[in-house]
């Protein structure tokens, strides 16, 4: 659509963003073997690729503080059950000391159409009066963008493979509004693997 006016004015545009925030923390205990260097990482959602992304990423951040990590989707595919004798099983054959687990506890979608920012051209003519312009904006409006408002609450548990009982918890609540057409951006998982790893290393729960 192409529209055709006079105007003075200045334009702005709405960008997305997100921001992760932990809302709920439990105190390491006293009686923990920590800290932990080899960390399985596990993730518990309903597509087998959201969890291998999200795993990588955790592995990622945990490598980068000099931790060994393994994956567990990079030990399985879709068709291994999700069992706990699966997961004590891929423990043992890593001498694993820990095992962090993530659960999707909530998430909350809702779409919105949001006017797309117009693109310009201008054309300046002069007049018949001394000093006084004309000045004609054409504007290109695209159609609407269909963006995205996800909230979404994850919690994660580090257990202790020699004690079998978990020794840390973590809850955090992220919300973000993308384009559609962004859908694929990996920017939440990046922020809450982060999240997540830099709060084991402040509460001490990371070899050094």
């Given at each position: 659509m192409i529209r055709k006016f006079?105007?003075?004015?200045?334009?702005t545009a709405l960008c997305g963003c997100a921001s992760t925030q932990v809302t709920q923390e439990l105190e390491v205990p006293e009686s923990a073997d920590a800290p932990y260097g080899n960390v399985l990482v596990i993730s518990l959602f309903k597509s087998f690729d959201a969890r291998r992304y999200f795993e990588q990423e955790v592995v990622s951040e945990l490598?980068?503080?000099g931790i060994r990590a393994v994956a567990s989707t990079s030990l399985m595919d879709t068709k291994t059950p999700l069992t706990r004798q699966?997961?004590?099983?891929?423990?043992a054959s890593l001498d694993s000391d820990a095992v962090l687990v993530t659960r999707l506890v909530s998430l909350d979608t809702q779409a919105e159409l949001k006017d797309a920012?117009?693109?310009?051209?201008?054309n300046i003519r002069p007049t018949y009066y001394y000093n006084v312009w004309s000045v004609e904006l054409t504007?290109?409006?695209?159609p609407p963008n269909l963006e995205m408002k996800h909230d979404i609450a994850l919690a994660t548990q580090l257990y202790s493979v020699a004690r079998q009982e978990p020794v840390w918890a973590i809850q955090s609540q992220t919300k973000v509004a993308i384009d559609f057409e962004r859908r694929g951006d990996g920017s939440i998982i990046e922020k809450e693997a982060k999240v997540i790893t830099s709060r084991l290393s402040k509460q001490g729960?990371?070899?050094?």
């Open positions: 006079y105007v003075l004015c200045v334009l490598e980068k503080k699966t997961f004590r099983d891929m423990a920012r117009p693109e310009s051209t201008y504007e290109y409006v695209e729960l990371l070899s050094p």
